[in-house]
Nanobody, 117 residues
Framework: QVQLVESGGGAVQAGGSLRLSCAASGNIFSFDVMGWYRQAPGNQRELVASITRGGNRNYADSVKGRFIISRDIAKDMMYLQMDSLKPEETAVYYC???????????WGQGTQVTVSS
């Protein structure tokens, strides 16, 4: 079965950096799009960044210029480099993967990111 497992979360000071990783297993084919979402207590889950199989990237306006999403298709890995972190970005960060034909959607269990002021 397909599994997505996040790692790299933790606690950092404001202005610090973290690199999140998402490891996919159980599927030898690339997903059409993968992305990172986050959800803070009391807030809706929001898309942070996404990347297609072809390498097209999309970012939430709030993270442009500070976060970089990347993907290693051969290793079934996705990453999110987060720089200049802000306290309001404290949230659980989720890895998501999607295939379009057939249409499928997968989610990781999430990893906690805590940014202190």
């Amino acid at each position: 079965q397909v599994q997505l497992v996040e790692s790299g979360g933790g606690a950092v000071q404001a202005g610090g950096s973290l690199r999140l990783s998402c490891a996919a297993s159980g599927n030898i084919f690339s997903f059409d799009v993968m992305g990172w979402y986050r959800q803070a207590p009391g807030n809706q889950r929001e898309l942070v960044a996404s990347i297609t199989r072809g390498g097209n990237r999309n970012y939430a306006d709030s993270v442009k210029g500070r976060f970089i999403i990347s993907r290693d298709i051969a290793k079934d890995m996705m990453y999110l480099q987060m720089d200049s972190l802000k306290p309001e970005e404290t949230a659980v960060y989720y890895c998501q993967a999607e295939s379009w034909n057939p249409r499928r959607d997968f989610w990781g269990q999430g990893t906690q990111v805590t940014v202190s002021s």
